[in-house]
């Protein structure tokens, strides 16, 4: 009987360790399985327009805006007083309004608020310019995501890439040091080396784990930005790098700037609305009349009394004067508004013009074939040590330079990409157009 309960526990022992390691090896599978995209400027743009959220809440603003417009356009509402007679004395009779006795009465009244000096006309030009500030907005909104976009997608194109250098001489330092772990155990080879060939690899490992951790990053950014779903892992397409001549075109950038930023319009729009605000609030200052219809069967001086009235308040304490001083506040704020962002745009042009024709010298200045050459020269050298025509200290020293210099490069085609993006937000239209 206990050789049957071991048994069974021992079994008992065994499915679970089993189910358990099953169950792991489905987890980590899971885990690892991920959907893969491959994205195109043009492909992720179309996601962008289509998904992004910020975008989405920023159209909600303009239909908020166009929707002041409805309710500047609507008119006063008339009112309609109604008064009846509650206790009849005389009569001793309760909401008395016939008038079969003589007795009956009952009041009514229509009255409709006529606003004067233009106020409902400035007031629709007001919501009108408020729609296209808003429509200004989104579209600096926009023009502002775009840009975050591309340099993500070129930003994680270049990682990418250097992702596969790490990957090549990870593969190729674990196939020499298997050989020379091989070597060492034969007598052929010193333990140093292998020691320094497992430190280098340990090396590029740890900076391997740090690129993938901001691969990540710029992969998350890209799909909140197009709205693809948390595990999918995105790659992206060979961007085109056009190497244009912009150093006779530096007036023409500015002047798109000026007339194309989306962010100067939004503050131009701003300074039309106050001087139009300063406008309707001077014309606040000016009463709006009440015009009215009383009828009134028999509580005036004759029976079935019917009048006119009209109404207005006498402006002789309330001027508007506090917002018409407020509005005059602000016409000001506007106007040097106006002035700061075109001061800005102008900076931020210079900036990123010498950006461009910094990171173009550099990017001509890189022979054609440089990456694919220096590919070469990494195969030689490894076979090259593994056969001891190369000493450890030029192996080490060589593969480190490949790496730096492949990843150098990558950052190099990053930077350029990226300052001519800068270029096109600065002036709000694309690299090309500008120069026409």
Not at 362 to 383: C, D, H, K, Q
Request: proline share 2%.
């Amino acid at each position: 009987m206990k050789i049957m309960r071991l048994t069974a526990v021992w079994l008992t022992f065994i499915v679970v360790l089993v189910f358990s390691f099953s169950v792991g090896t489905s987890c980590s599978a899971q885990e690892v399985r991920r959907d893969s995209v491959l994205l195109s400027r043009a492909k992720a743009e179309s996601l962008f327009l289509s998904n992004n959220y910020d975008l989405i809440l920023g159209q909600y603003d303009i239909d908020r805006a166009r929707a002041g417009v409805i309710t500047a356009r609507l008119f006063d509402n008339p009112e309609i007083s109604y008064e009846n007679v509650l206790y009849n004395p005389s009569s001793r009779k309760f909401f008395q309004t016939s008038s079969a006795d003589g007795q009956g009465q009952f009041n009514v009244q229509y009255s409709q608020l006529i606003k004067l000096a233009g106020k409902r006309n400035k007031a629709i030009r007001l919501a009108t310019i408020d729609v296209r500030r808003s429509e200004y907005e989104f579209s600096d909104l926009l023009r502002t995501l775009r840009y975050s976009l591309r340099t993500s997608l070129n930003n994680l194109h270049f990682l990418q890439q250097s992702a596969k250098v790490y990957s090549r001489e990870i593969s190729s330092l674990e196939q020499t040091l298997s050989s020379f772990r091989i070597q060492l155990s034969k007598g052929n080879v010193a333990e140093k080396e292998v020691l320094r060939i497992q430190s280098l690899l340990y090396s590029v490992r740890s900076e391997q784990a740090s690129l993938l951790s901001e691969i990540e990053e710029k992969m998350a950014e890209i799909r909140i930005f197009t709205g693809l779903p948390a595990d999918t892992e995105v790659r992206v397409t060979e961007p085109e790098i056009q190497v244009a001549d912009i150093a006779q075109h530096y007036m023409q950038l500015v002047d798109s700037a000026l007339s194309n930023r989306p962010d100067l319009k939004a503050a131009r729009a701003g300074s039309e609305y106050a001087a139009l605000n300063l406008q309707l609030q001077k014309a606040g200052a000016v009463p709006d009349i009440t015009l009215s219809a009383t009828y009134d069967r028999q509580g005036s001086h004759v029976k079935h009394y019917t009048g006119l009235g009209l109404s207005l308040p006498l402006p002789l304490f309330n001027r508007n004067q506090g917002a018409i001083r407020e509005a005059k506040t602000e016409v000001d704020a506007n106007t040097s508004l106006v002035k700061q962002t075109e001061m800005v745009i102008r900076n931020e042009v210079e900036k990123a013009y010498r950006s461009v024709l910094r990171s173009k010298e550099i990017y001509s200045s890189v022979p054609s074939g440089f990456s694919a050459g220096f590919t070469r020269l990494i195969t030689e050298v490894n076979a090259n040590y593994q056969k001891r025509n190369i000493s450890l200290l030029e192996f080490l020293d060589l593969y480190n330079s490949y790496r730096e210099s492949v990843l150098q490069m990558n950052q190099i085609q990053a930077s350029y990409l990226n300052a001519q993006e800068e270029l096109n937000y600065v002036t709000a239209s694309s690299f090309g157009e500008a120069l026409k």
